[in-house]
T-cell receptor, first 112, second 112 residues
Framework: DAGVIQSPRHEVTEMGQEVTLRCKPISGHDYLFWYRQTMMRGLELLIYFNNNVPIDDSGMPEDRFSAKMPNASFSTLKIQPSEPRDSAVYFC??????????FGPGTRLTVL | QKEVEQNSGPLSVPEGAIASLNCTYS??????FFWYRQYSGKSPELIMF????GDKEDGRFTAQLNKASQYVSLLIRDSQPSDSATYLC????????????FGTGTQLKVEL
């Protein structure tokens, strides 16, 4: 969990609601990644940023998902509207100039 | 064929034995390889990375890389019950950027 704060840690919401997940890197980094983990599909990369610029969003499942990184210390992942199949653990990870990634504690999302 | 493949397990070993975890990857251009440990309900934690063919040792852990055969392995010597976790193999399959592709993980159980 070193270097990354994620909030909320747990989120329970109803289908159709908007969900916003937050990530705050504490230490220096050049890259920030959003992942989703489920039992069925494992750990999937959704999107990643380099110096606050989105580089690859090919893993974002649908237009319902969007991510922003307005500055080096903050990123959000938004799901609107949420669906039960979005239930998963969402991780934010950071990396310095190398490709070694360090994960935050994750947000467990449940969509009813 | 999946880009990074691991046997899901569970792999059961007795306490004190050597645990051997294997991973194969499909892209011959892959340059860097990582092993993460994930305890149930926690985030992935980096254990080791390896870039060159051969062995790399860190305490009880040894990573082995064979680029010709496209496999990477993790050996855990003197296995302890606290090593019981899921071990994720990750590969930077190239194409630019610091994007890692993860295997689905191998569950290790170290039995008393």
């Amino acid at each position: 969990d070193a270097g990354v704060i994620q909030s909320p840690r747990h989120e329970v919401t109803e289908m159709g609601q908007e969900v916003t997940l937050r990530c705050k890197p504490i230490s220096g980094h050049d890259y920030l990644f959003w992942y989703r983990q489920t039992m069925m599909r494992g750990l999937e990369l959704l999107i990643y940023f380099n110096n606050n610029v989105p580089i690859d969003d090919s893993g974002m499942p649908e237009d319902r998902f969007s991510a922003k990184m307005p500055n080096a210390s903050f990123s959000t992942l938004k799901i609107q509207p949420s669906e039960p199949r979005d239930s998963a653990v969402y991780f934010c990870a950071i990396a310095p100039r190398t490709d070694t990634q360090y994960f935050g504690p994750g947000t467990r999302l449940t969509v009813l | 064929q999946k880009e990074v493949e691991q046997n899901s397990g569970p792999l059961s070993v007795p306490e004190g034995a050597i645990a051997s975890l294997n991973c194969t990857y499909s892209d011959r251009g892959s340059q860097s390889f990582f092993w993460y440990r994930q305890y149930s309900g926690k985030s992935p934690e980096l254990i080791m990375f390896i870039y060159s063919n051969g062995d790399k040792e860190d305490g009880r852990f040894t990573a082995q890389l064979n680029k010709a055969s496209q496999y990477v392995s993790l050996l855990i010597r003197d296995s302890q019950p606290s090593d019981s976790a899921t071990y994720l193999c990750a590969v930077n399959i190239g194409g630019g950027g610091n994007k890692l592709t993860f295997g689905t993980g191998t569950q290790l159980k170290v039995e008393l």
